[in-house]
């Protein structure tokens, strides 16, 4: 299982990666796996700000369709545009190409609340 050590990690299998004031967000190896196929990611909150917690979009696998939450209060900069055309990049580069979105993080103080890569692997069991 691939679980970078120099992300952030949520109970929800998002990762973020920190940038000074920015944090791009995807969702994890294992979140991919679990969910099947990827056949849609559908973001539609660019240039809005969103709480901790909320809901910043989802995405559609065969199988079933997930909410993706909002691991820190941010405002949506960015969504990878590329999903629109290749949503299974999340399935086949989860870490890189599959990012789905960049944020301008509003609350500094919540990056303490995000999982370490090894709270993250006790919390999947791996």
Known sequence: MNIPAELKYTKDHEWIKIEGDTA???VTHFAQSELGDIVYVDVDTVD??????EVFGSVE????VSDLLMPL??????FNEDLEDEPEKVNSD?????????ISISDASQIDELLSAEDYKKLIGA
């Open 94 to 102: 989860p870490y890189g190409e599959g990012w789905m979105i960049k």
């Open 73 to 78: 209060t941010g405002e949506v900069i960015a």
């Open 24 to 26: 791009t967000i995807g």
């Open 48 to 53: 809005e700000t969103i709480e901790k917690d």
């Open 61 to 64: 696998a065969v199988k079933t």
